[in-house]
C-alpha cells in the first residue's frame, strides 16, 4: 500500500493551496481518507476525513469552513483544497486511510498512512 502526498509549499497568509493523496495496493473506492497535520514541537493533529460509502465530510474546528476535503475514485486520490491559510496551518500534512466508512477523527482508527508534504504559511 502506497499513500503519496502531494502539493505542499510555501502560501502567504490569505492564500491557497490543495493537497493531493494518491493511492495504491487497496481499493481506493473503500477507503475512507483523512488529513493531519503536524506542526514543529507539536503532536499529529486531525484536519478532515471524508468517507467511502457518502463521501460525507468531517473537520476539526480549526479548519471548519476554509478546508474542503474530496475525492475521485477514478483517480484513486484524495484532495484538500486549503483556502484562506493562516501562518498557524503550518505543518506537515499527512493523508491516511482506513476500511471502515465513518469519517473518523482519530487517527488510531486508520491503518495506513503517507510520508507526508509539508505546507508554511508566511505572514
Known amino acids: 500500500v502506497q499513500l503519496q502526498a502531494s502539493g505542499g509549499g510555501l502560501a502567504q497568509a490569505g492564500g491557497s493551496l490543495r493537497l493531493s493523496c494518491a493511492v495504491s495496493g487497496r481499493t481506493f473506492r473503500f477507503s475512507t481518507m483523512g488529513w493531519f497535520r503536524q506542526a514543529p514541537g507539536k503532536e499529529r493533529v486531525f484536519v478532515a476525513a471524508?468517507?467511502?460509502?457518502?463521501?460525507?465530510?468531517s473537520y476539526a474546528e480549526a479548519v471548519k469552513g476554509r478546508f474542503i476535503i474530496s475525492r475521485d475514485n477514478a483517480k484513486n486520490t484524495a484532495y484538500l483544497q486549503m483556502n484562506s491559510v493562516k501562518p498557524e496551518d503550518t505543518a506537515v500534512y499527512f493523508c491516511a486511510a482506513k476500511s471502515g466508512a465513518s469519517p473518523d477523527s482519530s487517527g488510531s482508527f486508520y491503518a495506513d498512512w503517507g510520508r507526508g508534504t509539508l505546507v508554511t504559511v508566511s505572514s
Open positions: 471524508i468517507s467511502w460509502r457518502d463521501s460525507t465530510p
